[in-house]
Structures are given as structure tokens and as C-alpha cells.
T-cell receptor
């Protein structure tokens, strides 16, 4: 069974804290993505990575950074958490090219910043 | 830039009634089109996809979607819905750069 695993289902952090969200996939996918999901806004792309140490900004990268040191792991970092970053965060992975570009998603991390 | 529009944020229907969830996209290049479903308290999972070939694609649970290039649409339909279809549905487009862009989602609620 293919899997994308996010390290936490629920997190509560304080304003100003540095927050790490971890994501691991076991499908040898090249692409990995971080989205945030908010009611009425759908999924908005924060960052994506198409190879180790490669990253590209998505639509809402401000306040976030990412790290991809190994192919299977993609970390989202909130340098200084703020209350407007309270959201559901979804990690996904997919193959780089070709017809099978389906994305596989983790269960999500619901982050609350207080 | 590519974009996906789901015009209906919520669609309430009665059980066993037909339903259509609308999706329009904008792109100047060839795209792959997807519908994902998110059941309550779960992650997203693929429902169906259009890559090439037949413009009508089907899922295993009775949903179908038709790719219409002239109208840049990929609407999702089911002739008879069940309570278990209650979920949020997301239309998505993938470009040649493999970047996945999602619509804002449509929440389907089924009334008995």
C-alpha cells in the first residue's frame, strides 16, 4: 500500500515559535508538495519540490520555508508561527512526468497557533 | 497561469437524485484533469482522472466526468447519489511542469 505519512495529526503551537511539519513518502516519487487547506479557499500550494534540494514557491510561500535533504522526506517550516497560519496542512507526492501524475496525500496536520 | 474554478461551494441533493459538480479550468497548454474526494476527517484521494483518449472517464463508485476542450470544463456527475457520497470534491489540473492546481472545492451534502 502506497503511503504518505505526516508526522502529526494535530499540533498546537504558540505565536513566534518555529514549527516543523514533516512528511515522508514510500513511493520513490520525485515531486512533493505542501498545501494548506482553508474553508472556502480549497487547497493552496505553499511550496513544491521536484528533486532533492530543489524547491519552487507556490502561490502562498510567505512565512514558510521547506527542506528536502532526502528524496522521501519533505519538511515545511514556519519560521515564526502566527495566528493566521492556523490551518490544515496537507502533504502530497507524485511522479515527475508521464501519464501517471496522480498525487497521493497524507492525512493532514491540523495546526493551531495560539 | 493556470487556474481551476468550481462555481458551487455547496451542493445539497436528496438521496438517489442525480448530481453535477461543475469545474472549469484555464490553461494555454495541454493539461491533465483530476477529481479528488475528501471524506470527513480524511485526506484527499483520487476519484478519477483524464489524461488522454476518451473524453468520458468513470470511477468505480459510479461517478463520471467528461472533458470538454471547447468549453474548458470537466464536470463531475453521478446519476443517483448515496449518503456515503457526502464529502468535499476538488477539481485539479496538472501542467507539464507537474504542478498541481486545485479548485476551491464543492461540498456535497446528501439529504435522506
Amino acid at each position: 500500500d502506497v503511503k504518505v505519512t505526516q508526522s502529526s495529526r494535530y499540533l498546537v503551537k504558540r505565536t513566534g515559535e518555529k514549527v516543523f511539519l514533516e512528511c515522508v513518502q514510500d513511493m520513490d516519487h520525485e515531486n512533493m508538495f505542501w498545501y494548506r487547506q482553508d474553508p472556502g479557499l480549497g487547497l493552496r500550494l505553499i511550496y513544491f519540490s521536484y528533486d532533492v534540494k530543489m524547491k519552487e514557491k507556490g502561490d502562498i510561500p510567505e512565512g514558510y520555508s521547506v527542506s528536502r535533504e532526502k528524496k522521501e522526506r519533505f519538511s515545511l517550516i514556519l519560521e515564526s508561527a502566527s495566528t493566521n497560519q492556523t490551518s490544515m496542512y496537507l502533504c502530497a507526492s507524485s511522479y515527475l512526468q508521464g501519464v501517471n501524475t496522480e498525487a497521493f496525500f497524507g492525512q493532514g496536520t491540523r495546526l493551531t497557533v495560539v | 497561469a493556470q487556474s481551476v474554478t468550481q462555481l458551487d461551494s455547496q451542493v445539497p441533493v436528496f438521496e438517489e437524485a442525480p448530481v453535477e459538480l461543475r469545474c472549469n479550468y484555464s490553461s494555454s497548454v495541454s493539461v491533465y484533469l483530476f477529481w479528488y474526494v475528501q471524506y470527513p476527517n480524511q485526506g484527499l484521494q483520487l476519484l478519477l482522472k483524464y489524461l488522454s483518449g476518451s473524453t468520458l472517464v468513470e470511477s468505480i463508485n459510479g461517478f463520471e466526468a467528461e472533458f470538454n476542450k471547447s468549453q474548458t470544463s470537466f464536470h463531475l456527475r453521478k446519476p443517483s447519489v448515496h449518503i456515503s457520497d457526502t464529502a468535499e470534491y476538488f477539481c485539479a489540473v496538472v501542467s507539464s511542469a507537474s504542478k498541481i492546481i486545485f479548485g476551491s472545492g464543492t461540498r456535497l451534502s446528501i439529504r435522506p
